[in-house]
């Protein structure tokens, strides 16, 4: 069975949100009433903890961050089910995952699903397909500093272009004495522009390049900092490491603290080096290289679509290998995704949850509670333009931004004319620009960019209807929200009821006039060409 959840976010009302959306009024409760204003009390519930914020952005030490967690316990009794499993036995008998979209699964005696976990590549698995386990029992573990990079197949490491003193640096770890070699940006160094540091797995007896079932040759690039776990010449197994790379590097998350993360997520800005997230299941296929980045196409499963390519900087770890089944969603570079990419590959739902999560955990570092309606109002309001990516048979031109209501009102008029309606989808506005395209141009312009606006307003001849509390504050009317809105309402009534009894009133002098005038049998023909004769 499944229950529908209603959030401002999935509203269906045209001006605001309707109350049983928006659920009950923090402040007394209840149901929230009608007229609430609660796009003001959502900005003044984020906006007024925001005081407490620091200013100042803070680095959180990676580490303590990273180490929180490294292993994956059952929540729930159950029967253990593994898909899209793809594992490798290790030199030390260990089951490595090498699947990017593999999931435990624990189902119940009723066949219900308790809960799935998504292991990452290079966890070690501990359960098998099938297997009974008890809750608290340990399902797998990865390791929370580091990146691994495992042998597909087994073969004897030859290292290319990995020179010391260009690609590598030896560093000797203070806490263990031990020496390690370290994958330097070979970017940097004069005549190391052409070089591409990877470790390709050769056959011991021929000599030859191990090729994989595509009949490629097994090659592992290495990213900027890798460490790296053999040296040249050594024979490894499969599920063997070859590299790791440190959790810090792999994840670049600069950690934001404050209100300049909370603005950056509410503005919608895409981060500097923000994550590609793939759009189509397919598999993952690397192309000729472009200038200094490494070109990465995507083959899809359904053979109607075009395959997709990116470009990624060369320095930079790409998480997936040649001939990986990647699906929709999965990241193809690391780092801090762009929420416009989110809405448009995964839809509104991820979105909402991508930005409810990363605002309150700006909040929870500070010991700040919020609750997630007054960011769903917010969010709302920055979701509603669409963009038209096909007018149909509809009077919207294709790249217009439109209004949601405006969209679905103007296709509603095309579907029941019989023609084809326009096909568009949500675009994320930052709250600024958000503010600047609202429906009413008095409420636009006493925000920013005045002139601007309102002549923009004046060239395209708008109206406004007087609808939100900004416009009406201006003009000196009584705004539509709380006592106001009860006002608003009284007047609709009173209007209503001056037109009834204006119209009866028309409607009885109507009657008055009928009855006064003659009749018109009584003029002859004559009467009315000459007129009639007074005698």
Known sequence: ASVKIRSPLTCEAEEGVCAMCYGRDLARGTLVNKG??????????????????????????????????SFQEANAVGRVELRNAQTIENSSGEQIVTARAMQVAIIDENN???????????????????????????????????????????????????????????????????????????????????????????????????????????????????????????????????????????????????????????EARRPKDHAIICEIDGYVRFAKDYKNKRRISIEPVDDTLEP????????????????????????????????????????????????????QDVYRLQGVKINDKHIEVIVRQMLQKWEILNSGQTTLLKGEHVDKAEFDEVNEKAVAMGLEPAKGEPILLG?????????????????????????????????????GLKENVIVGRLIPAGTGGVVTKVRGIAAERDRKVLEARKAEAEAAAALAAPEPSEMSEADLVFGKRSD
């Open 431 to 467: 709250i600024t620009k958000a503010s600047l395209q609202t429906r009413s141009f008095i409420s636009a312009a006493s925000f920013q960019e005045t002139t601007r606006v309102l002549t923009e307003a004046s060239v395209q001849g708008k109206r406004d209807h007087l609808v």
């Open 36 to 69: 609430e204003a609660v796009g003001i009390i959502a900005a003044q519930s984020i906006g007024e903890p925001g005081t407490q914020l620091t200013m100042r952005t803070f680095h959180i030490g990676g580490i303590a961050q990273g180490g929180s967690q």
């Open 112 to 266: 219900v699903e308790r809960a799935t976990f998504k292991p990452g590549y290079g966890s070690k698995l501990f359960v098998k397909d099938g297997q009974q386990v008890e809750r608290g029992a340990k399902l797998f573990e990865w390791d929370p500093y580091t990146l691994p990079i495992i042998a597909e197949t087994t073969g004897r490491a030859r290292f290319v272009d990995l020179i010391a003193g260009l690609s590598v640096r030896d560093e000797t770890d203070e806490a263990t004495g031990m020496s390690q070699k370290i994958v330097s940006d070979w970017r940097s160094v004069p005549k190391g522009g052409d070089l591409k540091p990877e470790i390709i797995l050769m056959d011991a007896e021929t000599g030859e390049p191990v090729r994989n079932e595509q009949g490629n040759p097994v090659t592992y690039p290495m990213s900027v900092d890798a460490i790296l776990s053999v040296e040249d010449g050594q024979d490894i197994q499969a599920g063997d490491v070859v590299a790791r790379i440190p959790r810090e590097g792999a994840k670049t998350k600069d950690i934001t603290g404050g209100l300049p993360r909370v603005a950056e997520l509410f």
């Open 308 to 359: 997709v390519e990116y470009l990624v900087p060369k320095g930079k770890h790409i998480p997936v290998q040649e001939g990986d089944f990647v699906q929709r969603g999965d990241y193809i570079m690391d780092g801090n995704p762009a929420p416009h990419d989110i809405l448009r590959i995964l839809g509104i739902e991820a979105l909402a949850n991508y930005l409810i999560d990363e605002v």
